[in-house]
């Protein structure tokens, strides 16, 4: 079964500072994304990535950075967390090609908290 | 604008009840729809996917249609159970490889009450 790991679970965070989420997966996928979740919205995409050493920009990506070293590890950077980057951020990962690319396997979020 | 609405915005339930979800949308192209299954604090897991024009899923006490001509999804759930307490998330795949997009509406919160 694909597993999507996701570090911190929780974090609160002083507004203007440096916050990195972190994401691993151990299903082999090209793909990984970074998502955000807000009471009552759907998620939205923030970053990403299809290879290694490379992102791409979502539809959100303001106030946020992405970084993929290797295919197991992406990371979301949020250089100057502000009040509103509080959410639930979830990572995902997919295969790029075939039917099985339908289907995005999601970490258990991570909820973040800036003050 | 939102392009995938779910309705209810919520329901309760007694346990051993069936209910019914909806979702429609207005994403274009409409490659699939997916149910996926979000307990609270917890990530998302699919339940179905559908992607014919008109289609038909059955996984277990779920299932789903879906009509593309009404850009209209159903989710059955039967006999209800305590543990199907949780958000349903309705999303729409604008293709069919990991090039598209996602169109995520924001849940119908399902709570089964004994």
């Known amino acids: 079964e694909a597993a999507v790991t996701q570090s911190p679970r929780s974090k609160v965070a002083v507004t203007g500072g440096k916050v990195t989420l972190s994401c691993h997966q151990t299903?082999?996928?090209?793909?990984m994304y970074w998502y955000r979740q807000d009471t009552g919205h759907g998620l939205r995409l923030i970053h990403y990535s299809y290879v290694a050493d490379s992102t791409e920009k979502g539809d959100i990506p303001d106030g946020y950075k992405a970084s993929r070293p290797s295919q197991e590890n992406f990371s979301l950077i949020l250089e100057l967390a502000s009040l509103s980057q509080t959410a639930v951020y979830f990572c995902?990962?997919?295969?790029?090609?075939?039917?099985?690319?339908?289907?995005?396997?999601f970490g258990p979020g991570t909820r973040l908290t800036v003050l | 604008k939102t392009q995938v609405e779910q309705s209810p915005q919520s329901l309760v339930v007694r346990q051993g009840e069936n209910c019914v979800l909806q979702?429609?949308?207005?994403?274009?192209?409409?490659?699939?729809l997916r149910w996926f299954k979000q307990d609270t604090g917890k990530g998302l897991v699919s339940l179905t996917v559908?992607?014919?024009?008109?289609d038909k899923t059955s996984n277990g006490r779920y299932s789903a249609t879906l009509d593309k001509d009404a850009k209209h999804s159903t989710l059955h759930i039967t006999a209800t159970l305590l543990d199907d307490t949780a958000t349903y998330i309705c999303?729409?795949?604008?293709?069919?490889?990991?090039?598209?997009?996602?169109?995520f509406g924001a849940g119908t919160q399902l709570i089964v009450i004994p």
């Open positions: 999303v729409v795949g604008d293709r069919g490889s990991a090039l598209g997009r996602l169109h």
């Open positions: 559908l992607v014919d024009q008109k």
């Open positions: 979702c429609n949308y207005s994403v274009t192209p409409d490659n699939h």
């Open positions: 995902a990962s997919s295969e790029g090609l075939g039917r099985s690319s339908y289907e995005q396997y």
């Open positions: 299903n082999n996928h090209d793909y």
